[in-house]
Nanobody
Framework: QVQLAESGGGLVQAGGSLRLSCVAS????????LGWFRQAPGKEREFVAA????????YVATTVKGRFSISRDNAKNTVYLQMNSLKPEDTAVYYC?????????????????WGQGTQVTVSS
């Protein structure tokens, strides 16, 4: 069983930056590939970024490419989402997720474990 806990959300002005963190417990962290997803009010949960088990491969949605990046520290059981040049349309609850397997994957249905989410609000 994997427990995930996100942190680092908050209110930021457009153009600003935030770094989200997600700490995993209850498992061998390095066995899992990881992803970040987000969900705005009235919308479906959407893919943001994913990282492979080793950290050697990352995959970022086109909507955030060039602004967001994902990384992981297996020694700290933590995955990060660095968000720069934030826009009001980035406002959402951000979730981290884990799946057994090596590859970075963008499909929400393949992830078995989810955190509780952290709110990110970008003001214009």
């Amino acid at each position: 069983q994997v427990q995930l806990a996100e942190s680092g959300g908050g209110l930021v002005q457009a153009g600003g930056s935030l770094r989200l963190s997600c700490v995993a417990s209850g498992t061998t962290f390095s066995r899992y590939s990881l992803g970040w997803f987000r969900q705005a009010p009235g919308k479906e949960r959407e893919f943001v970024a994913a990282i492979s088990r080793s950290g050697g491969t990352t995959y970022v949605a086109t909507t955030v490419k060039g602004r967001f990046s994902i990384s992981r520290d297996n020694a700290k059981n933590t995955v990060y989402l660095q968000m720069n040049s934030l826009k009001p349309e980035d406002t959402a609850v951000y979730y981290c997720a884990a799946r057994p397997g090596a590859q970075a994957v963008n499909f929400v249905g393949t992830y078995d474990y989810w955190g509780q989410g952290t709110q990110v609000t970008v003001s214009s």
